[in-house]
């Protein structure tokens, strides 16, 4: 199948830091999406981004489907901000519609 | 809007013991996936449902997992018997159809423990 690969695995940040999540991927994808898991286990959808760049308060997100990247920027992070990010796709490859997650970037935010 | 359903949150049973989860998705979702997340890694699709048929069941354990969805609406994924190996948080999600820009909402998991 399809390989998603997220980096940094951990990163810890101090309130009011930027920082920028990177998810690779192996194959063409047709869907890709960006989630936040909270410290009790909700997965949160923060955006659906198979191409360009969207914006939502503190959080944008940029794909390069020709390069096989994504990018999350998280800005002025906060202390809620913390959890794990899922970047996760869906390739045409595959000929189904199931989401392929990478492994995440656990974000520890700081006061 | 009421989000997706699951119960139970949290589940211990013993190896070769049998458990179930049940899972209500959002009203008027067509769409309901079983994933597992095994501690560490991230959700693993296990199986798709369109209404009450099945759409990609390649990656569930058939041996030993089984999931329905009789009406259409809710589903329960059944583990008989559990093997050690399958402690996870095994999460529901849905969404309005099967296509590539349907987002998925995801309900809180039920968290099981074979001992």
């Known amino acids: 199948g399809i390989q998603v690969e997220q980096s940094p695995p951990d990163l810890i940040l101090q309130e009011g830091a930027n920082s920028t999540l990177r998810c690779n991927f192996s194959d063409s994808v047709n869907n890709l999406q960006w989630f936040h898991q909270n410290p009790w286990g909700q997965l949160i959808n923060l955006f659906y981004i198979p191409s360009g760049t969207k914006q939502n308060g503190r959080l944008s997100a940029t794909t390069v489907a020709t390069e096989r990247y994504s990018l999350l920027y ?34 520890t935010v700081i006061p | 809007e009421a989000g997706v359903a699951q119960s139970p949150r949290y589940k211990i049973i013993e190896k070769r013991q049998s458990v179930a989860f049940w899972c209500n998705p959002i009203s008027g979702h067509a769409t309901l996936y079983w994933y597992q997340q095994i501690l560490g890694q991230g959700p693993k699709l296990l199986i798709q449902f369109q209404n009450n048929g099945v759409v990609d069941d390649s990656q569930l354990p058939k041996d030993r997992f089984s999931a329905e969805r009789l009406k259409g609406v809710d589903s329960t994924l059944k583990i008989q018997p559990a093997k050690l190996e399958d402690s996870a948080v095994y999460l529901c999600a849905s969404s309005l159809g099967q296509g590539a820009a349907d987002t998925q909402y995801f309900g809180p998991g039920t968290r099981l423990t074979v001992l």
């Open chain 1, 74 to 107: 998280i800005s002025s992070s906060q202390t809620t901000d913390s959890g794990v990010y899922f970047c996760a796709v869906m390739s045409y490859s595959t000929g189904a519609n199931n989401l392929f997650f990478g492994t995440g970037t656990r974000l």
